[in-house]
């Protein structure tokens, strides 16, 4: 939403829309709207959502966000997974950058950053090993992705999948600290 709140809904011919689960609405929501909402396409249970100055990763089965990148210094506008690496995604930013996340290495800091326009860059899309960025002017950039970037590391899917499973577990077990401190 234009609130920085997500939700999951089903509709089915015939019927009212049915609104199953509502993310971030006790914490972790975006200081703004969400530009970019997009499933792990190696590990479905999990997506990312993009909004504000962070990308956040989330859990169809918890409320508030496993993980989420550093604030960044300027207004975040789209992002998207690596179709080919379960741990690795593409976020676009108003000042004209690309950064480049890789959680499988490391989770806390940016793997790549590169100045690709003046103009603020609005959307992304990733096909094998380009990339295509459009920017506020209309202009389109092609980019050549580096083999590091499009070819799976060996057990990323299962060393990723770990990753979010821990953190979804750490999620769970502070939500449940949280409502036991609450009743007392």
Same mark, same amino acid.
């Given at each position: @939403?234009?609130?920085?709140?997500?939700?999951?809904?089903?509709?089915? =011919? +015939?019927?009212?829309?049915?609104?199953?689960?509502?993310?971030?609405?006790?914490? +972790?929501?975006?200081?703004?709207? *969400?530009?970019?909402?997009?499933?792990?396409?190696? *590990?479905?249970?999990?997506? !990312? $959502?993009?909004?504000?100055?962070? #990308?956040?990763?989330?859990?169809? %089965?918890?409320?508030?966000?496993?993980?989420?990148?550093?604030?960044? %210094?300027?207004?975040?506008?789209? +992002?998207?997974?690596?179709?080919?690496?379960? +741990?690795?995604?593409?976020? @676009?930013?108003?000042?004209?950058?690309?950064?480049?996340?890789?959680?499988?290495?490391?989770?806390?800091?940016?793997?790549?950053?590169?100045?690709? $326009?003046?103009? =603020?860059?609005?959307?992304?899309?990733?096909?094998?090993?380009?990339?295509?960025?459009? %920017?506020?002017?209309?202009?389109? *950039?092609? !980019?050549?992705?580096?083999?590091?970037?499009?070819? =799976?590391? =060996?057990?990323?899917? %299962?060393?990723?999948?770990?990753?979010?499973?821990?953190? #979804?577990?750490?999620?769970?077990?502070?939500?449940?600290?949280?409502?036991?401190?609450?009743?007392?």
């Amino acid at each position: @939403t234009e609130q920085g709140y997500i939700f999951q809904a089903n509709k089915r =011919p +015939g019927k009212q829309v049915e609104v199953n689960q509502r993310f971030g609405v006790a914490s +972790g929501k975006h200081h703004g709207p *969400i530009y970019a909402l997009q499933r792990n396409p190696h *590990i479905t249970k999990y997506f !990312m $959502s993009v909004g504000d100055w962070t #990308a956040k990763i989330w859990s169809e %089965d918890l409320k508030s966000p496993l993980m989420q990148t550093k604030y960044h %210094d300027s207004y975040l506008t789209d +992002g998207c997974w690596s179709p080919q690496r379960p +741990g690795l995604f593409y976020l @676009t930013r108003m000042d004209g950058f690309i950064d480049i996340w890789d959680y499988f290495y490391r989770q806390n800091e940016v793997a790549y950053s590169q100045k690709i $326009s003046d103009n =603020p860059l609005t959307c992304i899309s990733l096909h094998g090993s380009k990339s295509a960025m459009g %920017d506020s002017e209309g202009s389109i *950039i092609l !980019m050549a992705l580096c083999p590091s970037l499009y070819e =799976p590391q =060996p057990n990323e899917k %299962d060393e990723m999948t770990k990753i979010f499973d821990r953190e #979804a577990a750490r999620e769970k077990n502070l939500e449940m600290a949280r409502r036991q401190a609450e009743t007392k």
